[in-house]
Structures are given as structure tokens and as C-alpha cells.
């Protein structure tokens, strides 16, 4: 419920939401997000607008107060006492409408956003009512999902049914809550939730109940509203807040029962607080000298944010009490009360619908806790009973007028996200103790290091003395040795100054030597030169004489056939004379 603190602006990093048609008319601009910040919301859900609670037709992800409608199915009683009657209702679900029987002969149609036959599921019920809601919530924006309508329709069927037995039959808490420890994480998240009751302008705490009066604090710069009186119970499991839901319900019923009735005389509350931490990278435009500090404490730009956002599951009173709670008997003072919240939300819805300047959400308990759910920045579900007795069409044509009016709202939803200074904190302090200790040890290796540095020099100086006395005595022995060997260099260098003298000689004499038997191979040379001309002059001359010899022999032969011819010759000269005698 929208107060005029509730529009100022918030030191918070937080992101306005526009949820109303552009034609809305306006209100001051609640907490302008931080202009330096880019978040990952998708644009269209971070342009910074007016305030609007003027009704807007407009989408799904609209800020405009949805209402569904419920219709309980016949009970033996509808059966006994309407069975020569008509329902007072016929819904036209694939219309998203409701007839509102006036007479018979006309009737009143009303369109809301859902309307549920007696036959819808709770799964139905919830998915359309409260998942989107629930949804909004674990992205850090407010949620509320309230019922409202006569006692007896369904209204806490609807939303505080356990289903222990029939998981079917859970109603929107079990499922709420289900949904939010599915999607979040016992690491980085935190799911808390406190129940209370608010009956006679007293809130008393469902899951402790000896705390009763619980006072409701609003933060004057924010305006939020917070119990924190009030037991607040971290959940763990579904199971946890089966049991935590069970105690409450056990608590609400047994204060029903000492007020001897059967019917819920107060409203139950499920304050469901969802702490989500996020270490994603944040891109800011800031100054390179902020980013180096940035850098410096956080090791880089990832700056761990924290959405918070709180979603309520409200199970009103029964509706009809407006009317008739003091014509049932019931002491005026309680009465008084009981009609109270009621009445003042009625009024507050009023005033939103109509858009009045002043939304009196001050003058209960009931709608000051509800001050973010209507006209404020929560993301508002709203499902309204009703049974189908034509008995009750006053009260039916109540609820329907009241859920018609809620439709007009238009909440300014928008995200909670903060820089998540405390873990931040946590970190930076971490990292301190860290350093510290780094430090420290360093300093204590620094300290070990000197001493070992000192012993080694020590050590380290002794050995050189020592070394530099060996050093002197082998200097001095090498001296000696130096004198020895210069000594004997000296005869080494006598010695072969005398060889070389004998070199020198001998290179004479090879050179004499070479010289001769050059001379002599030159001489050698010459005489087989010679002698190869000798032999051939001998062979020449042996040929020769051959030849000779053979001429002589030949010359021999012919003169001895010459004389033989001449013997011949003379023989037969002699006997020619001798004949010639
Ligand atoms: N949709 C439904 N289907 C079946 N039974 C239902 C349905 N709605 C309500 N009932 C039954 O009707 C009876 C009254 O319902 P419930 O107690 O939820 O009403 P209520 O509006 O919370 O009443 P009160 O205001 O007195 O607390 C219960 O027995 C419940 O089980």
C-alpha cells in the first residue's frame, strides 16, 4: 500500500520498473537506480519512469495488481439448501469472465485475469497466481500473493493446504517455497521465512507464539517494513517448511478455537525473505583512478551485489465479516477489529483504484504491512473465492467489486539490488587477515634468512682466512718452485742453444749430404745415360761385327770358292797347258 514515504527516493541501488501504460499519471520517481551501474535486468525492465497506479491494460510482465478468481466447489450444504436455486455465478473461464447473477433475468460479466472453475487444480491455481510472482521474487523484486473472499470459499485451502498425504493438494506456500529452495542455493542464497497472525489488530508470531504484539517497524528512508519481533526460521529443505507451515496452522487453529470457531477470524501472513549474493562482473563507468582502487580492494571488477526481496503469502479473514461480524454476535470490540483490517484495505484499494491523493495506509496493521503490495513496489498476485450459493451473493458481489477494484492497481515494481557491502566487508577483511599473515610470515622468513645469511657470512669469512693462508704458503712454495724451474730452464735453453749449434751443424751436413747425393743421383743419372748409349753403341757394334763377321764369313766362303774356283781354274789351266804342250 503506497504512503507518501513510500515514494521517496532510496539511498538503495535500486531499479524502477515501469508497470504502468505510458498514459498513467504520474507520482514522484521512487529510488533512481545507481546511473553508474549496468545490470543484467533486461532493459525494458530498467528504464527509470513515473509511479503509476492508474489501470493500464497492458502485458504479461505488467506491474497491474493481477486477480484471479476461484470458484469453491458445491459443498453439502450449497447441495442442501441451493438445490432449487441457481448458482449465483457462471463462469466463462475460456473468456477469462464471470456472470454475477442479478436477478433472473440479468446479470453482471466482470473480466479478470484467470478465472478458475471448481474443477481447477492447485497446480493450475498456483502456476498462474503465484509462480510468476515467485518468479519475480528470485530476481530480487517484492512479491505478494494474497487471498480474499467470503469465509468458507477456499481461501486458505487455496493457499495454506500442507497436502502432506496428496502432493496434489498443496496450496500456494508449500509450492511457493518449493519453488524458491529449487531455484536457489544453500551456498550463495538464503531462504528465510517467519509466520505470524494479525487478529484484533495484533500480530503474534505463528511459529513462536508466545510473541504476541509484535511491533511493525517502517525504515523512514525506505519505508520498508519489517517484524523484527517476529521468529525468523531459515529454511533447509521442503520438509522444514512443511513442518514450520504445519506449526503454524496448529497455532492459527488452536487461537480459532479458543475464540470457538470454526472459521479463520484472523489474517495469516508467510513472510518469506530470499537473499540472493551474486559475484558476477559488474561493468561501471567509473574513472581509471576508481577502477585502480576498485581493482585494488576487490581484485578486479567483480563486485559482489545482493538482491534481497521479500515475498508474502497473505490467507485473509473471511470478507463477509465487513458486513455482518457485529450482526453475528460477536462482541462489538472484536468485531471492530476484525472489520478494521478488512475495511481499511477496502479502502486503500479504493483510493488506488481511483486514484486518490491519499492512500490511508496507515489506519491498520493489515495494510500497513501490505503498504508494498498495492500501489507500492511488489509484484502483486491477488485471488479472489467465492462459492457458488446464491445465498451469499451479497458477499459474493462484494468480493468480485473488490477484486474488480484491485485490478485498477498498478504497482511500481522494481529490482533491490545492493552492492553487497557486508560480504564485501567480510572479504576485504579476509584479505586483510590474509595479507597480515603473509606479512608476518615473510617477515619471519626475512628474520630466519638474515641469521642464515650472517652464520654463512661467518663461515663463510672464516674459510677465506683460511684460505688465504694456504693460498700464502702455496704462493710461497710455488715461488720456490718457480726459482727451481727457472734454473732448470736455464740448462734446458743452454742444452738446446747447444742442440740447436748441433742442429745447425747437422742441417749443414744433411744439406752437404742432400747436395751429394743429389750430385750423385745427377751422376747416377748421367751414367746410366751413359751406359744405356754404351750398350747400345755395343749392341750397335756387336750387330755390326756380326754382320762382319758374317760378310767375312761370307767373304771366306766366296774366297774359298774362289780359290776352289781358282784351284779349279788353275788345274784346269795347267791341264790346258799341259794339253797345249
Ligand atoms: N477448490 C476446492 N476444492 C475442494 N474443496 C474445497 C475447495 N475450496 C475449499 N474447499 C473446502 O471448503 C472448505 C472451506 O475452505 P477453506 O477453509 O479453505 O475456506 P476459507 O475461505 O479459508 O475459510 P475461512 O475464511 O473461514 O478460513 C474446506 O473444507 C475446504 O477443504
Avoid at 343 to 352: D, E, Y
Avoid at 554 to 575: F, G, H, T
Amino acid at each position: 500500500m503506497a504512503s507518501s514515504s513510500t515514494f521517496r527516493s532510496s539511498h538503495r541501488n535500486e531499479r524502477n520498473v515501469p508497470q504502468g501504460s505510458s498514459s498513467s499519471t504520474s507520482r514522484s520517481v521512487i529510488g533512481q537506480p545507481h546511473p553508474s551501474v549496468r545490470s543484467r535486468v533486461p532493459a525494458s525492465r530498467r528504464s527509470v519512469t513515473p509511479n503509476s497506479r492508474v489501470h493500464s491494460d497492458d502485458g504479461e510482465d505488467s506491474g497491474r495488481v493481477r486477480v484471479t478468481v476461484r470458484l469453491r466447489p458445491r459443498n453439502a450444504e450449497d447441495l442442501l439448501s441451493d438445490a432449487d436455486f441457481a448458482d449465483c455465478v457462471e463462469l466463462q473461464p475460456e473468456l477469462k469472465r464471470l456472470k454475477l447473477r442479478k436477478n433472473n433475468w440479468s446479470s453482471e460479466s466482470y473480466r479478470f485475469d484467470e478465472v478458475f472453475t471448481e474443477t481447477a487444480s492447485q497446480r493450475r491455481v498456483y502456476e498462474v497466481v503465484a509462480k510468476p510472482v515467485v518468479e519475480s521474487v528470485l530476481n530480487g523484486y517484492n512479491g505478494t500473493v494474497m487471498a480474499y473472499g467470503q469465509t468458507g470459499t477456499g481461501k486458505t485451502y487455496t493457499v495454506g493446504r500442507l497436502g502432506k498425504e496428496d502432493a496434489s493438494e498443496r496450496g500456494i506456500m508449500v509450492r511457493a517455497l518449493e519453488d524458491i529452495i529449487t531455484n536457489t542455493s544453500p551456498a550463495s542464497d538464503c531462504v528465510e521465512v517467519s509466520y505470524l497472525q494479525l487478529y484484533m489488530e495484533s500480530i503474534q508470531d505463528l511459529l513462536t507464539p508466545e510473541k504476541i504484539n509484535i511491533p511493525i517497524i517502517e525504515d523512514p528512508k525506505t519505508g520498508e517494513v519489517s517484524l523484527p519481533g517476529a521468529a525468523v526460521i531459515k529454511i533447509r529443505d521442503l520438509d522444514h517448511v512443511l513442518q514450520l507451515i504445519q506449526i503454524g496452522e496448529a497455532n492459527r487453529h488452536a487461537a480459532n478455537t479458543k475464540l470457538n470457531t470454526e472459521s479463520s477470524r484472523s489474517h495469516a501472513i508467510l513472510m518469506v525473505s530470499v537473499r540472493r549474493s551474486f559475484n558476477e562482473k559488474v561493468e561501471y563507468e567509473v574513472s581509471s583512478q576508481e577502477k585502480d582502487t576498485r581493482n585494488g580492494i576487490s581484485g578486479g571488477n567483480v563486485i559482489p551485489t545482493v538482491r534481497k526481496s521479500k515475498l508474502l503469502i497473505v490467507d485473509l479473514a473471511g470478507s463477509e465479516r465487513i458486513d455482518k461480524s457485529g450482526s453475528e454476535g460477536h462482541s462489538l470490540e472484536e468485531a471492530k477489529f476484525i472489520n478494521l483490517s478488512l475495511t481499511s484495505l477496502g479502502k486503500c484499494i479504493n483510493a488506488l483504484a481511483e486514484n486518490s491523493p491519499h492512500i490511508p495506509t496507515r489506519d491498520s496493521k493489515l495494510t500497513r504491512l501490505l503498504r508494498d503490495s498495492f500501489g507500492g513496489s511488489a509484484r502483486t498476485s491477488l485471488i479472489i473465492t467465492i462459492g457458488p450459493s446464491a445465498r451469499h451473493h451479497a458477499e459474493t458481489t462484494s468480493t468480485i467489486m473488490f477484486g474488480q477494484r484491485a485490478m485498477k492497481i498498478v504497482n511500481m515494481v522494481k529490482l533491490k539490488e545492493e552492492f553487497d557491502y557486508e560480504s564485501l566487508c567480510r572479504k576485504l577483511e579476509s584479505q586483510v587477515d590474509n595479507l597480515t599473515a603473509e606479512i608476518e610470515r615473510q617477515q619471519r622468513l626475512r628474520d630466519n634468512d638474515k641469521d642464515e645469511v650472517e652464520k654463512k657470512l661467518r663461515e663463510y669469512q672464516n674459510s677465506s682466512a683460511e684460505a688465504e693462508k694456504r693460498l700464502v704458503t702455496r704462493s710461497e712454495f710455488l715461488e720456490k718452485e718457480n726459482a727451481c724451474l727457472e734454473g732448470e730452464m736455464k740448462d734446458i735453453l743452454n742444452e738446446l742453444n747447444h742442440q740447436k749449434d748441433q742442429n745447425n751443424l747437422m742441417r749443414d751436413e744433411v744439406a752437404h749430404l742432400e747436395m751429394s747425393l743429389k750430385h750423385s743421383k745427377q751422376h747416377q743419372l748421367e751414367n746410366s745415360t751413359y751406359q744405356k748409349v754404351l750398350a747400345d753403341t755395343t749392341q750397335m757394334y756387336e750387330k755390326k761385327i756380326a754382320e762382319l763377321i758374317k760378310q767375312l764369313e761370307d767373304e771366306r766362303a766366296r774366297s774359298e770358292s774362289a780359290e776352289e774356283e781358282v784351284e779349279v781354274m788353275q788345274k784346269l789351266l795347267n791341264d790346258h797347258q799341259k794339253s797345249v804342250q
